[in-house]
């Protein structure tokens, strides 16, 4: 459903409420795997990232937020959740309070996709970032307890016979104090948004966890489907990495080869397109709290 953000749309209980249930099914559907492997104790070397490094938790994926100028009548579920305003049993995101708490993270969020959407998408790491992460590394102290696909020492060789050019600084900052010099560039925390890339596939990733920090200002549907891209570059990501994924039933992208190279830009502009969708629904999305505020 789409509804403009400058003209408040009310929602009676059987029409929202249905709406909320096919959200949490869809929610419930991709974090099966999750919530099964949890109650059993078992990991997940691809998937659990996406639930460690990220902050969301399947119970809160499953939230059904429908976003601002959205008035839901007899919803007494969501009057009790933050950034929710109750008036007289109809409950609206209450965006004058989000924006006073979270306003410096929204407009940091704002000026890096901004900035991002704005560059050239760049095709030549070739993940090798997750190689990087290995480099020269003891076998005890690895991230991941999957084998190499190729052994240590010739994953040693990949890195040194390849240039590495990786812009995302939450993937740089996991390099081995070996693998870091041999990037030709040093992201920090401060140059996020000047060197942030829609080409990378971390950088993609990430549009999840700024959706996720959005919440509850933004619709559900939005941080779900940032979620369905993350779980798919996740994959391909460990794929084209130098850990040996056979075990999970997946073919390996060997980006040492010229047909692996290929395979692998063929994926990541896939993803590139993708994320500039999202990420323009996210802009959206940011720019529409000021139309409900200036109502």
Not at 157 to 181: G, K, L, M, Y
Not at 182 to 192: D, H, Y
Not at 262 to 272: G, I, K, S
Request: include cysteine.
């Amino acid at each position: 459903m789409t509804v403009s953000p400058v003209a408040a749309h009310v929602l009676t209980r059987a029409e929202w409420e249905p709406l909320a249930a096919a959200h949490a099914a869809r929610a419930d559907a991709l974090t099966a795997g999750r919530r099964q492997r949890a109650s059993r104790g078992q990991r997940h070397a691809i998937e659990d990232f996406l639930y460690e490094y990220y902050p969301a938790k399947p119970a809160q994926l499953r939230r059904w937020h429908p976003g601002p100028g959205i008035v839901l009548e007899d919803a007494p579920e969501h009057a009790g959740w933050r950034f929710y305003r109750d008036d007289a049993g109809s409950t609206s995101v209450d965006v004058d309070s989000f924006l006073r708490d979270r306003g410096t993270t929204v407009g940091w969020i704002e000026g890096l996709l901004t900035r991002t959407a704005s560059r050239t998408a760049s095709f030549g790491c070739f993940g090798l970032h997750e190689w990087a992460m290995v480099y020269r590394m003891d076998e005890d102290d690895r991230r991941h307890p999957l084998p190499l696909r190729l052994g240590a020492a010739a994953t040693d060789e990949v890195v040194e016979n390849h240039p590495i050019r990786c812009s995302h600084f939450d993937a740089f900052r996991f390099f081995t104090p070996e693998a870091q010099p041999l990037n030709e560039l040093q992201p920090t925390r401060e140059t996020t948004p000047a060197m942030e890339q829609p080409g990378c596939l971390h950088g993609n990733m990430d549009l999840y966890k700024w959706a996720f920090k959005l919440a509850p200002a933004i619709a559900s549907s939005l941080t779900l489907d940032a979620f369905e891209l993350a779980l798919d570059v996740r994959q391909v990501d460990m794929q084209a990495s130098p850990y040996d994924v056979s075990s999970y039933g997946l073919d390996p992208i060997a980006i040492e080869t010229p047909e692996g190279k290929r395979a692998y830009v063929e994926r990541q502009r896939e993803f590139a397109a993708r994320g500039d969708v999202l990420r323009s629904r996210l802009l959206d999305a940011i720019r529409s709290l000021r139309d409900v505020t200036e109502r």
